[in-house]
């Protein structure tokens, strides 16, 4: 493991992915990049450039996408991945990870957060603050799982989608790729179609 850490994002989500690598105490450096000239420093730290200065920090650092727009973070991170980055996993020290749980790089798990048994988390996600993600969930790559959200048991929530604040999924619900649930909606069907969905029960909207 490299024992220097580099952000590609300084402001708002990268700031929370600083504050947990800081907590978590495994880098004697971390810096940021961001193509935001102005920003000079983020969270005390320095801002060294523009994320397309990342190659050539990529043999020194371990490299990880603190940007909250998921198509955004999916292209950057399998760039990343292309050119053999070392991308880490990081977790706050006050989040619950249970048994058997397998969550692959580039996935940040922040405060408050708990992961129960048996649960896969795939790269590139965000389990954000105070979500819960009961037993055997399946959430696919670069995912975004909003603070507050609550899964219950055997959900599968598919590649790209985001969960807005404070959603709730009912258990043995499968979400396909591609789906947004408005903050605050209770899903408790299948949801088949990529698409907008909102409200107790959740349907989807056109706009």
């Known amino acids: ?86 991308i880490p996993v990081l977790i706050h020290p006050n989040a619950v990870i249970g048994s058997q749980v397998d969550i692959e790089n580039g996935t940040v798990v922040m405060a408050g957060a708990i992961v129960n048994c048996s649960t896969k988390i795939g790269k590139g996600c965000i389990i954000n603050t105070g979500a819960t993600i009961d037993h055997d969930n399946f959430i696919e790559d670069y995912v975004h799982i909003s603070p507050g959200v609550h899964l219950a048991g055997t959900v599968k929530v598919g590649q790209g989608s985001w969960l807005g604040i404070g959603s709730v999924v009912s258990n043995n619900i499968n979400i396909t790729n591609g789906c947004k649930v408005g903050a605050g909606s209770v899903v408790v069907k299948d949801i088949y179609e990529p698409g907008v969905y909102v409200g107790a029960p959740a349907k989807k909207i056109e706009y």
């Not at 990529?58 to 991945?81: A, C, P, Q, S």
């Open 1 to 86: 493991m490299k024992n220097k850490l580099l952000i590609i994002g300084a402001s708002g989500h990268g700031k929370v992915v600083a504050d947990i690598a800081l907590k978590m105490n495994k880098w004697q450096s971390i810096v940021f990049l961001d193509d935001d000239k102005s920003i000079k420093t983020s969270m005390g730290l320095e801002v060294m450039g523009t994320s397309g200065d990342v190659f050539t920090h990529i043999d020194e650092y371990e490299i990880f996408v603190g940007i909250g727009n998921n198509d955004t973070r999916w292209k950057i991170h399998e760039m990343l991945e292309t050119f053999g980055a070392s």
